[in-house]
């Protein structure tokens, strides 16, 4: 977990409070400043720092319109889990909660990520043979 708290030193650099800064929102950035609720699981800060530095790596300083807010969203799951991922654990987990607990990421980022993909990727996790009567 230690090094995927590291690898996020790649999307920005930012001086991390571990302060609640809002209390209708555990995490916030003003382009300096990353504020994440101290009292998230290990899995959920790594998913909110992801997510404000993928904010201050396009330049952000506040809160963004809805359509760019997902638009960040679905970047900071492409950037946390990879396909390669996905298709590791496609195979065997039985519920979203489940592939997001063996991917270290929480079920919104999860389902964000699959969100991003397109029908043949779709095809390749899930083979449309294996599931057929
Ligand atoms: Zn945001």
Known sequence: MLERFGKLRELAHAIVVWSRPYS???AATDGRHIWVDPSLSSVEKLCYLAH???????GHKGCQPPAIERQVCLETAQYLVSFQDLQRVAGWA??????????????????????TL???QVQ???PAHEYTA
């Open 124 to 126: 390749q996790l899930w």
């Open 118 to 120: 397109d029908g043949d």
């Open 94 to 115: 039985r519920n979203p909660s489940e592939m997001a607990e063996e991917l270290g990421v929480t079920e919104a980022v999860l389902l964000d990520r699959l969100a």
């Open 24 to 26: 209708e929102v555990p």
């Open 52 to 58: 404000e530095a993928m904010h201050l790596n396009h």
